[in-house]
């Protein structure tokens, strides 16, 4: 009998938290309700934002 774990946990927490924290962030920043239904989107997404600006940033 073979057992099979997944460790992604941790991850998930961190993920969830992350979500929270920029659909706060997106959302308040929203000065409509379409922007802010962006805003959630955008959270939804926030880790590919935040590697793509970092490889910006680091372009020059």
Sequence with gaps: ?????????????????GFL????????QATTF?????????AIVWPALLVYELFRFLQG
Aim: charged share 10%; glycine share 18%; proline share 0%.
């Design 21 to 28: 924290g920029a659909a706060v962030w997106f959302i308040s």
């Design 1 to 17: 009998m073979s057992k099979k774990y997944h460790e992604s946990g941790t991850a998930g927490a961190v993920y969830g938290l």
């Design 34 to 42: 379409w922007l802010g239904v962006l805003g959630f989107l955008k």
